[in-house]
């Protein structure tokens, strides 16, 4: 090859070096900050990146609530260089959706705390320390108080900051869009409800989950706007409507409009009917406290997994340590339906001749799954 061919091609390849050089050069965008106090901020996240994140900055360290989506990770980071230089040494997640955790595994391997309620074992969610129904922490001189709930999901985190008068509900209320609280219900939901207007003064910043900034009247607003929509669902559902003709009603048309405040969105609202159905209506029968115990115990499916069916609170429940969690409502004392779900799932325990239970089937929307009950594992 020619000494100029050679200059050639190393002068192309200077160019294309210098040309992915500057590219990545180019800083990432960063995101609004709200400096509530000199020091406490709030990122304001826009739809597609995820969670709105806190940020309380002490004089060593940093503690955020949130991380966003995983592809928000270098924003995030890019907006925080914005606000300090200290290092992330605690996160907060509000609960263990991942676009609410995004940079948490980042964070941790840098060695920062990461902190959720205990439930969050029952996911595949990556996390150094949790607590069950309430923790306090302090962080440079800040009070930092976590509440635990279900409503939005089985590891809800409510948390407050007295001293900056900042109540952070992650999705278990979330600005210009519905509530959805399908792990915990009608009842999970108005316990987050009432702790935030307990918590709460007309001056309390409310940050949600997702959307702008608020306060506790947006909040009310929405509990309001809640009851009277799942009396109104209830009501066409009395009258033998089906879910497409419950979406289509104009009165529910203008309750989703004002919840989410938005273009309407058909099948957004129709999956709001399906959901506050299987999550709050379903036609469910009363079993006694014996009854519902009968069915503790540890099952193993053919292919290994385990489902432990626990009782608490007078609720029964179905979970697996690392993979899965939901309420089991009563449709008959051996069916139960799955709170939330709109696929049809099903729990069908079999019962032997002797009363006691002796296995179950999952009936999916596909697939049937058979486990049997694990011998010596009643709690009784
Ligand atoms: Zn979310």
Redesign the pocket.
């Known amino acids: 090859m020619g000494n100029k061919m050679k200059n050639l091609l190393a002068g192309l390849l200077g160019a294309l070096m210098f040309a992915y050089a500057s590219v990545k050069a180019v800083p990432a965008a960063t995101l609004p900050v709200h400096k509530i106090s000199d020091h406490f901020y709030v990122i304001e996240a826009r739809e597609d990146d ?2 709105n994140v806190g940020v309380l900055v002490s004089g060593t360290g940093v503690l955020l609530i949130d991380t966003m989506l995983p592809d928000a990770k270098d924003m995030l980071l890019a907006t925080l260089a914005t606000i300090t230089d200290k290092p992330v040494t605690h996160v907060i997640s ?2 263990g ?1 991942g ?2 955790t995004g940079a948490n595994t980042h964070f941790q391997n840098l060695g920062a705390e990461i902190i959720l309620q205990a439930n969050v074992a029952y996911s595949n969610v990556l996390y150094t320390r949790t607590y069950e129904d309430t923790l306090t922490l302090t962080f440079g001189g800040q009070t930092v108080m976590l509440y635990g709930f279900k409503s ?1 999901s089985f590891e809800d985190t409510l948390i407050h900051l007295p001293q900056d008068n900042v109540i952070f509900t ?2 278990a209320y ?1 600005e210009g869009w519905h509530p959805s609280f399908y792990s915990g219900g009608y009842e999970g939901q108005s316990a987050v409800y009432d702790k935030t207007e307990a918590l709460a003064d007309p001056k309390t910043l409310i940050v949600p ?2 959307g702008k900034l608020s306060r506790i009247e947006d909040v009310i607003h929405q509990r309001t706007l809640l009851d009277d929509w799942i009396n109104h669902i209830k009501a066409l559902k009395d009258a033998g409507q089906s879910y497409e003709a419950m979406a289509e009603d104009p009165q529910t048309i203008a309750f989703w409009n004002d919840f989410t405040r938005s273009a309407d969105n058909p099948r957004g609202r129709e999956m709001f009917v399906r959901r506050t159905l299987a999550t709050e209506l379903m036609d469910m029968v009363s079993l006694s406290h014996d009854q519902l115990s009968a069915l503790e115990g540890r099952y193993l499916y053919t292919d290994g997994v385990r489902v432990e069916i626990a009782l608490e609170d007078g609720k029964l429940f179905a979970r697996n340590k690392g993979d899965f969690f939901s309420e089991l409502q009563p449709l008959s004392p051996s069916i139960f339906h799955l709170r939330g779900w709109v696929g049809g799932q099903r729990f069908i325990f079999d019962t032997g001749k002797d009363g006691k239970t002796m296995g179950l089937t999952f009936v999916g929307t596909s697939n049937n799954y058979k486990a049997r009950r694990l011998k010596n594992d009643s709690p009784h």
């Open positions: 995820g969670s509000t609960h959706d676009d609410h939005h992650g999705d979330n989950g997702h």
